[in-house]
T-cell receptor, first 118, second 114 residues
Framework: GAVVSQHPSRVICKSGTSVKIECRSL??????MFWYRQFPKQSLMLMAT?????????EQGVEKDKFLINHASLTLSTLTVTSAHPEDSSFYIC??????????????FGPGTRLTVL | AQSVTQLDSQVPVFEEAPVELRCNYS??????LFWYVQYPNQGLQLLLK??????LVKGINGFEAEFNKSQTSFHLRKPSVHISDTAEYFC????????????FGGGTRVLVKP
């Protein structure tokens, strides 16, 4: 149980284009999803938290107009990198938590999406 | 604000030898503690977690960790490693009063040698 998928697993795009990454919880309802960014040989940096049906909460320093997050249903959240540039190249990972006792819920992570902007 | 420190960025270890990965955190409030493993080009997989109760927590793949409140530590151990344990390991903290947000340590790369 608690499987999270991401699509695509890998994407290469030209500078200036937009890229959408999907994050799905396959066997549970995810009231909260998180988006992380990971640079090579570094830890995960939280970008934003999204709750189903409401606007995402972005961490300090993350441009909300550049990284658009939509959490339209209890099983799907999307991250759109708008007008991507080479410095946006990174490994993007999502995670999801179930509802219930929100203080003890565990984050279940997707397999990640590697974005390369040429 | 809380922080998580993984003291070793890289740990080489021979197959079948024991390994300990150190994790210390700083927080003025109660926390939940997690260890995740990341294999190359993959997402994170939960190894184990401490929420409350017994301070010795057993996880998957033969790993265990001990919560030490006085030393604010949550070190991860395995008595005998396999080649397949080669991966990056992340310690993470979740403030009890801050919902589900996780703060991650810098990671420890374990390289198991034959």
């Amino acid at each position: 149980g608690a499987v999270v998928s991401q699509h695509p697993s890998r994407v290469i795009c030209k500078s200036g284009t937009s890229v959408k990454i999907e994050c799905r919880s396959l066997d549970f309802q995810a009231t909260t999803m998180f988006w992380y960014r990971q640079f090579p040989k570094q830890s995960l940096m939280l970008m934003a938290t999204s709750n189903e049906g409401s606007k995402a909460t972005y961490e300090q320093g993350v441009e909300k107009d550049k990284f658009l997050i939509n959490h339209a249903s209890l099983t799907l959240s999307t991250l759109t990198v708008t007008s991507a540039h080479p410095e946006d190249s990174s490994f993007y990972i999502c995670s999801a938590t179930t509802s219930g006792d929100g203080l003890t819920d565990t984050q279940y992570f997707g397999p990640g999406t590697r974005l390369t902007v040429l | 604000a809380q922080s998580v420190t993984q003291l070793d960025s890289q740990v080489p270890v021979f197959e079948e030898a024991p390994v300990e990965l150190r994790c210390n955190y700083s927080s003025s409030v109660s926390v939940y503690l997690f260890w995740y493993v990341q294999y190359p080009n993959q997402g994170l997989q939960l190894l184990l977690k401490y929420l409350s109760g017994s301070t010795l927590v057993k996880g998957i793949n033969g790993f265990e960790a001990e919560f030490n409140k006085s030393q604010t530590s949550f070190h991860l151990r395995k008595p005998s490693v396999h080649i397949s344990d080669t991966a990056e390991y992340f310690c993470a903290v979740n403030l009890k009063a801050a919902g589900n947000k996780l703060t991650f340590g810098g990671g420890t790369r374990v390289l198991v040698k034959p």
